[in-house]
């Protein structure tokens, strides 16, 4: 005989259990990814223990087992953040507690508190990102939690999970109108998501404001996003995008660090010449102050919101506030340029420290280029060109160096990153007598196709040089460029092709092949999202507001408008369904008159009796002088609801009445 296989059909307590298990793992699985890896190993055992427990049909286990496994849970917490209160620590308990819910749900409440605790932990997870993907997740969770709850209220006749599955949705459809209410009318607080100091801008990925051997190296591996640009003019030759950051004067022997003595640009120190080149830049949130502007910059750039930016003497521009939210600022740069052309002897004198007694053979070098070059340009060249004839590679995973990490590098490993090239050569520099720093940003970038914006990607970040020449005053020179100046011309990958399964995905995503064009659709689409929905801050909103003319709203005004607008929503929602109550024929109104009445004397109609057999039950209870009227009531009503007359509606529910009356 032929076998056919099928499914297991689960008793309905085990269906419903199970789907909440599965409702709980859908708000769990965006936590994953910044878990600690012995709280998600903890939380997958115990749903699989208690999904096991369920199929089984095993009780769940006692108090004396789930206490010592909570509390030993809850001392990891500890340990780990060395805290309970923060963002960290509470998001690791939560998801511990709701794991550990789930093995003791005894009554009713139980599994409420497991679903409101669902719907408070789907909140956190935008502590950590705020994407589409991410907002698409919390839609198909909530849809489970609601077909789970739903699922724990029926009682009788117990629909099919499709059908479940389309009241959720029919409910979630319903409070769309209240949520594009609330999205444009609650007023906007200013400020992160997450308040508590200490942890509030964690997790934030960029530059540092230091650079050590290694540091940018490991940046320049993910593929987020730094910033946005859209150029007023045509995109700029990739010659030209350098994204200036951060300036560097200081030198320990191993770490390079931004001058402690800094000075807001006055003006008046600079000279520009060719056509300047306006940006509109969307910077991502990077819990630092400092942002990025073509080299080189006129003037601190207009933001957005209440960010006050500034630029300082060595043409850095700085925010007041750490940039915890996306910022949009427009600046003006000028590719051609001259600046402290004047001689500021405490400021070169800055550019000139070196640590003692690190580098000795970098310091010889230097002195016997400084014998053989007395002209400080043709002194740089002949670095340059040393960089360029000898066996120097351009490598992401450059060899360890010691203390004189400079001599290891030129003479020895001879293998780097831009920030062991430029690092070497600002030394060498500074050895050979002339002013140098090192300036840190990104350098290049992608156009995106679809929506027109400049992309420009961690992997994009990098660190070039600045020397001070007399009469020039400070010039860029990028040592890398000597070595990999398809670094500079292309991008990193051809630079240094990637290996293995990255760098075939590299390949399949090169050139103008569909996944490349996947890649900036999606780009673009997450563009539109970060810009109409994530930046939709209290200035947009005042914008919003203004356009409807309803100018110069405070926070109070815009919550009594959010109030009456979302009354009146709730209403229009609210009244079809009230109305759309089915309607009870007069007759039958009369009939339920009869029954409460009834009620009164003998024990209520039950909902499966018809009126034949209501009126057996009233002859054997009522006393015998009032069996007659009622006896005709309801004789009348059997008539006119279920037999053939030839009266009208009207004499019919007046003949009911009447008799109605007559029931005492």
Not at 387 to 410: H, Q
Not at 617 to 635: H, Y
Request: contains cysteine; glycine residues 6%; proline residues 5%.
């Amino acid at each position: 005989m032929r076998r056919t296989l099928s499914l297991p059909v689960f008793s309905r307590d085990k269906a419903d259990t199970l789907l909440l298990i599965i409702a709980c793992l859908s708000v769990l699985l965006p936590h994953f990814s910044h878990l600690g890896i012995w709280v998600s190993i903890s939380c997958v055992a115990l749903l699989i223990w208690r999904g096991w427990l369920t199929l089984t049909g095993r009780r769940l286990p006692p108090g004396w087992i789930l206490v010592p496994v909570s509390a030993l849970m809850m001392l990891g917490v500890y340990l780990t953040h060395k805290t309970f209160f923060g963002r960290e620590a509470g998001v690791n308990m939560l998801v511990l507690l709701l794991t550990c819910k789930l093995l003791e749900m005894h009554a009713k409440r139980d599994l409420f508190v497991v679903l409101f605790l669902s719907f408070f932990l789907l909140l956190t997870s935008f502590f950590y990102q705020q994407t589409i993907a991410a907002a698409f997740m919390t839609l198909i969770s909530v849809s489970l939690l609601l077909t789970a709850q739903l699922s724990f209220h029926y009682t009788g006749l117990f629909p099919s999970l499709k059908q479940r599955l389309k009241l959720a949705f029919g409910m979630m459809a319903l409070a769309i109108p209240l949520t594009l209410c609330a999205f444009f009318l609650f007023p906007r607080i200013q400020g992160p998501l997450w308040g508590l100091p200490g942890d509030a801008h964690s997790g934030r990925s960029g530059l540092s404001e230091t650079m050590s051997p290694g540091g940018i190296s490991d940046l320049v591996l993910s593929e987020e996003i730094a910033f946005r640009v859209k150029f007023y003019q045509p995109v700029p030759d990739k010659s030209l995008l350098y994204w200036r950051g951060i300036v560097m004067t200081e030198f320990d022997g191993k770490t390079w660090s931004p001058s402690r003595f800094l000075q807001i640009n006055n003006g008046d120190i600079a000279q520009y010449a060719g056509t300047p080149i306006t940006q509109e830049i969307i910077l991502e949130p990077q819990s630092q102050r400092w942002l990025f502007a073509l080299d080189l910059p006129a003037a601190a750039p207009q933001t957005d919101g209440n960010n006050i930016a500034t630029i300082n003497r060595q043409m850095e521009l700085r925010s007041n506030d750490i940039i915890s939210q996306r910022l949009r600022y427009q600046v003006t740069s000028y590719p051609q340029y001259r600046y402290l052309v004047e001689n500021n002897l405490r400021e070169l004198h800055r550019a000139l420290e070196i640590p003692a007694g690190y580098n000795p053979r970098s310091a010889a070098f230097a002195d016997s280029l400084r014998r053989q070059y007395s002209d400080d340009r043709a002194l740089i060249n002949a670095v340059l060109k040393y960089f360029r004839k000898e066996a120097f590679t351009y490598t992401l995973e450059p060899p360890l160096l010691g203390i004189n990490s400079i001599d290891d590098f030129l003479f020895k490993s001879r293998a780097g990153f831009c920030e062991h090239y430029a690092s070497a050569f600002v030394n060498l520099m500074r050895l050979a007598g002339i002013p140098a720093r090192i300036v840190t940003g990104y350098q290049g970038g992608t156009l995106n196709e679809v929506d027109g914006y400049f992309e420009v990607r961690q992997s994009d970040a990098h660190a070039w040089t600045e020397v001070w020449l007399e009469g020039r005053g400070w010039v860029r020179v990028d040592p890398t460029a000597a070595v990999a100046p398809e670094r500079v011309m292309q991008n990193l990958n051809q630079a240094i092709p990637k290996r293995g399964f990255a760098g075939l995905m590299n390949f399949a995503l090169s050139g103008n092949s569909w996944s490349q064009s996947m890649r900036m659709r999606l780009d673009a689409i997450n563009n539109s999202w970060n810009q109409w929905v994530l930046n939709y801050n209290q200035q947009t909103q005042k914008n919003f507001l203004s356009s409807f003319g309803f100018k110069d709203l405070d926070w109070s005004r815009i919550s009594l408008l959010f109030f009456i607008t979302g009354s009146l929503i709730i209403g229009a929602i609210a009244l079809p369904l009230m109305l759309n109550k089915p309607s009870i024929p007069a007759t039958d109104r009369v009939y339920l008159s009869f029954c409460k009445k009834m009620a009164k004397k003998t024990p209520p109609r039950a909902v499966d009796e018809g009126p034949y057999a209501y009126l057996q039950r009233l002859k054997n209870t009522l006393p015998a002088k009032d069996i007659p009227p009622v006896e005709k009531f309801l004789r009348t009503y059997i008539n006119a609801k279920y037999g053939q007359t030839t009266a009208t509606e009207s004499q019919r529910i007046r003949r009911l009445k009447t008799l109605l009356a007559a029931c005492r």
